[in-house]
């Protein structure tokens, strides 16, 4: 069984950058393919980014250009880093399967991007 914990989260200023990481208490090789997701108030919670087991990654059009997705098998961690960020990242981060697994959703990340 896999637990997933994300951090990396916080406030920052428009065209700031933060590093988000998404650490699993088990191993990721079962998981082929990780993705990042994030949920912004009022909205529903919609797809950012995926990235294969072996590196293959993909991106939302909202994102693409900005944020890099990675993943470190070996630490069974995953990462986004996210640069140029806008108002409209502002938002709770989580990290998952692709497609997402309901019991892998934990707590979430917050990033705030405010002047």
């Known amino acids: 069984q896999v637990q997933l914990v994300e951090s990396g989260g916080g406030l920052v200023q428009p065209g700031g950058s933060l590093r988000l990481s998404c650490a699993a208490s088990g191993s990721i090789f079962s998981i082929n393919t990780m993705g990042w997701y994030r949920q912004a108030p009022g909205k529903q919670r919609e797809w950012v980014a995926s990235?294969?087991?072996?590196?293959?990654?993909i991106y939302a059009g909202s994102v693409k250009g900005r944020f890099t997705i990675s993943r470190d098998n070996a630490k069974n961690t995953v990462y986004l880093q996210m640069n140029s960020l806008k108002l409209e990242d502002t938002a709770v981060y989580y990290c998952?399967?692709?497609?997402?697994?309901?019991?892998?959703w934990g707590q979430g990340t917050q990033v705030t991007v405010s002047s």
């Open positions: 998952n399967a692709v497609p997402p697994q309901t019991p892998y």
């Open positions: 990235i294969g087991s072996r590196g293959t990654a």
